[in-house]
């Protein structure tokens, strides 16, 4: 079987060099000329663990393309992987049934599979099955398989999933997907094409409920004088909650949680169900962001508006700023009148296309923190732990530490002369 996947981004590109790793040979297709040119040259156009160096790995098994219609010449299984979005209050399908468009422009689509990879809106698949049947007639099969990898683990979330999903309508299209995923080892569960694509937002929405809910815990904690670290072992412990997703801080962000969320509220509106819960989880989350800096203007009142900032990622791992709380945090200090110095491992250089006003850019987390009144801890890089407090503390002017993240152990924090800062 040779795949074809069109969309070279955290997903698209994953899974590309995923299924090389696996034997499939694998057409990658991309809008952005840029990001093709980079991967003709062997180079990961996005930061992944791994993936550059598999990428080159596999390289004989892989082939990038400008041109849209070697994907469809060259393969039986067609994934899309574009970006689907929501903006502006509605869902954003554009780049989606642009694919679909050029789909419906080939001549013949004869024993071809189309997967959406993409996260769609219950309903999607259906019609995109009812439309590529009415051009094409019954031999072209459609699937819909969410994909659940972690940006910041993408590769090994791929080949070592939990479960695999597969929406599909017909017994043929489920012996090919049967097939294609026969090397990896994982509960494959087969359903209907809405029912998979609500477990994908089903997924998501659970997970961020369980992110905002901490936080309303954490937030509970500061009023009662409790300690929300010790609180999410003692109830994380319970193996029927589990202790993942239970850490509290600035809130969820990156491309999929909030707008997976939004969609949800979006599409049971549509429907005129009131989605109560969930709506109540993106409320949380959002003015988490606004109690942080809160707690940051009310702690340096009178002290020079001079701070630094360690790590704009969505999360610790990945150079992706989508959706950032992180982001969010700079603007909103930055509209206050706040100077930010920032270090991030790996994102700087997609900040530096975000963010505008009084921000500087260090490569260096010491260099960042110099003569600076407060540092603020914004991403959950596991390699912040091993940087030297000491240092940090000697460079900086004054000892606010804020840890948006709930990263660091306030007590050794504290013990490097830093007056801290955290959720709950
Ligand atoms: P991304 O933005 O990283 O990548 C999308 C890629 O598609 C980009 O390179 C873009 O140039 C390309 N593209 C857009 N329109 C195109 C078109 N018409 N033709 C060809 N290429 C086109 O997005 P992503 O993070 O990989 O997410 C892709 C989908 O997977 C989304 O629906 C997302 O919700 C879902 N998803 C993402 C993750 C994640 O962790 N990032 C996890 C699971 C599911």
Known sequence: M????????????TIAVGFASLGYKVTVYDKDEGKINFLINGVAPLQEPGLGDLLKKVNNNLEFTHNFDDTISSSQILFIAVNTDFK????????????IKQILRQKNLEDK????????????????????????GNKVRVAFNPEFLREGHALQDFLNPDRIVLGVNDKVTKEI??????????????????????????????????????????????????????????????????????????GFGGSCLPKDLKTLIYLAKQKKYEAKL??????????????F?????????????????????????????????????????????YEISLYDPKALQNAKKELRGNVSYFDNYLEAVSEKSALLVLSDWREFL???????????KDYYFFDGRNLFNPEEVKSKGFLYFCTG
């Open 293 to 337: 800096v809160k707690k940051i203007e009310k702690a340096l009142r009178g002290k020079p508006k001079k701070i630094a900032v360690w790590g704009v990622s969505f999360k610790g791992g990945t150079d992706d700023i989508r959706d950032s709380p992180a982001i969010k945090v700079i603007k909103q200090l930055i509209k206050k009148g």
């Open 88 to 99: 502006n209050g509605k869902v954003r399908l554009s780049n989606f049934n642009r694919t």
């Open 2 to 13: 040779e795949i074809s996947v069109i969309g070279a981004g955290y997903v698209g590109l």
């Open 113 to 136: 599979t189309v997967v959406i990879k993409s996260t769609v809106p219950i309903g999607t698949t259906e019609n995109v099955e009812k439309t590529l049947k009415g051009k094409f």
């Open 177 to 250: 997907l049967l097939q294609l995923y026969e090397a990896i080892n994982a509960p494959k569960l087969f359903v209907d094409f809405k029912t998979a694509e609500m477990i994908k937002y089903a997924s998501n929405a659970f997970l961020a409920t369980k992110i905002s809910f901490i936080n309303e815990i954490a937030n509970l904690c500061e009023i009662f004088g409790a300690d929300i670290r010790k609180v999410s072992d003692g109830i994380g412990l319970d193996k029927r909650i589990g202790k993942d997703f239970l850490n509290a801080g600035i």
């Open 386 to 396: 091993s940087f030297d407090l000491d240092e940090t503390r000697r460079r900086m």
């Open 278 to 291: 969930l709506d109540s989880v993106r409320l949380v989350n959002e003015e988490q962001i606004s109690r």
